[in-house]
């Protein structure tokens, strides 16, 4: 069964280091997003992609964070010069259509030290 | 008030046991709820998927959706110690595919 895959799986970081945690959506799915989930809290949209472009994005996605489709099948996003609190795990998803069905990959945990 | 309010839990149930879990919302825009199951240190993954109010069942798994009343139920029938794991509901309205989380309910299916 095909699934979302996200690299690395742990990453640990000094603060004002940038970051980019990566992953590969289902093949025929269309629309992306990030997710996080800090310790113990809920898990929380940062932003979606469709067509090369943002749809939408949370108010903890600010001027420190991108996304990118830089090829056929990778979605990354790029946290420019990292904080403390963005210690979370970190979640892909996609979805093959404008629907709700969304699949999450395992999740990188981000450490910042 | 909280968007969408779930109870920690944990709850923990002897196997063979009916579960119930549930979430209430506050904004009437939602029109897609979903369950999710989330084992330690993974990914959600998608169990139900319902649109508007009604029930839909999968199984052991039957989602329900009273919009009048802004709740939805997860029931799980015949709990299974495998059935151990972090429930969390989501939901979102129709113009935007953002999901909004509840915090989740921890499940403990004890043998």
């Known amino acids: 069964e095909p699934e979302v895959t996200q690299t690395p799986s742990h990453q640990v970081t000094q603060m004002g280091q940038e970051v980019i945690l990566r992953c590969v959506p289902i093949s025929n799915h269309l629309y992306f997003y990030w997710y996080r989930q800090i310790l113990g809290q809920k898990v929380e949209f940062l932003v979606s992609f469709y067509n090369n472009e943002i749809s939408e994005k949370s108010e903890i996605f600010d001027d420190q964070f991108s996304v990118e489709r830089p090829d056929g099948s990778n979605f990354t996003l790029k946290i420019r010069s990292t904080k403390l609190e963005d210690s979370a795990m970190y979640f892909c998803?996609?979805?093959?259509?404008?629907?709700?069905?969304?699949?999450f990959g395992p999740g990188t945990r981000l450490l910042v030290l | 008030q909280k968007e969408v309010e779930q109870d920690p839990g944990p709850l923990s149930v002897p196997e063979g046991a009916i579960v119930s879990l549930n979430c209430t919302y506050s904004?009437?825009?939602?029109?897609?709820f979903m369950w999710y199951r989330q084992y330690s240190r993974k990914g959600p993954e998608l169990l139900m998927y319902t649109y508007s109010s009604g029930n839909k069942e999968d199984g052991r798994f039957t989602a329900q959706v009273d919009k009048s009343s802004k709740y939805i139920s997860l029931f799980i029938r015949d709990s299974q110690p495998s059935d151990s794991a972090t429930y969390l509901c989501?939901?979102?309205?129709?113009?935007?595919?953002?999901?909004?989380f509840g915090t989740g309910t921890r499940l403990q299916v004890f043998p």
């Open positions: 904004n009437s825009a939602f029109q897609y």
């Open positions: 998803t996609s979805s093959p259509s404008a629907g709700k069905t969304q699949y």
């Open positions: 989501a939901m979102s309205p129709g113009h935007t595919d953002k999901l909004i």
